[in-house]
């Protein structure tokens, strides 16, 4: 039973900071992408981050960049997205997704999904 499990959000100031963390369960990380993704209300879905569990490549939305870390632990099937001088534009339901490495191409499209954590900041 593949299930990936996204913790870490809630309500922070502006100017503050979060950590989120993806725990994945039913496969390890050899091989294939976690992204991070975010949707607010009334809006589309966007790719915040991605990163390859192989070789620790990684992909950024401009809108992040500067601001997002993403980093794994492949020992313990883990991916966190640190987020520092959160705006209010941040706040959104963060996803975690599993893309499992069968395409060409990495953090294109996700095999599994998290069921997401709320990130609320205030002004």
């Known amino acids: 039973d593949v299930q990936l499990q996204a913790s870490g959000g809630g309500l922070v100031q502006a100017g503050g900071s979060l950590r989120l963390s993806c725990a994945a369960s039913?496969?390890?990380?050899?091989?294939?992408?976690i992204g991070w993704l975010r949707q607010a209300p009334g809006k589309e879905r966007e790719g915040v981050s991605c990163?390859?569990?192989?070789?620790?490549?990684?992909y950024y939305a401009d809108s992040v960049k500067g601001r997002f870390t993403i980093s794994s632990d492949n020992a313990k099937n883990t991916v966190y997205l640190q987020m520092n001088g959160l705006k209010p534009e941040d706040a959104a339901v963060y996803y975690c997704?599993?893309?499992?490495?069968?395409?060409?191409?990495?953090?294109?499209?996700?095999?599994?999904w998290g069921q997401g954590t709320q990130v609320t900041v205030s002004s």
């Open positions: 990163i390859s569990v192989s070789d620790g490549s990684t």
């Open positions: 039913g496969f390890t990380f050899d091989g294939g992408a």
């Open positions: 997704a599993a893309d499992l490495g069968r395409r060409v191409g990495l953090c294109l499209e996700y095999d599994y």
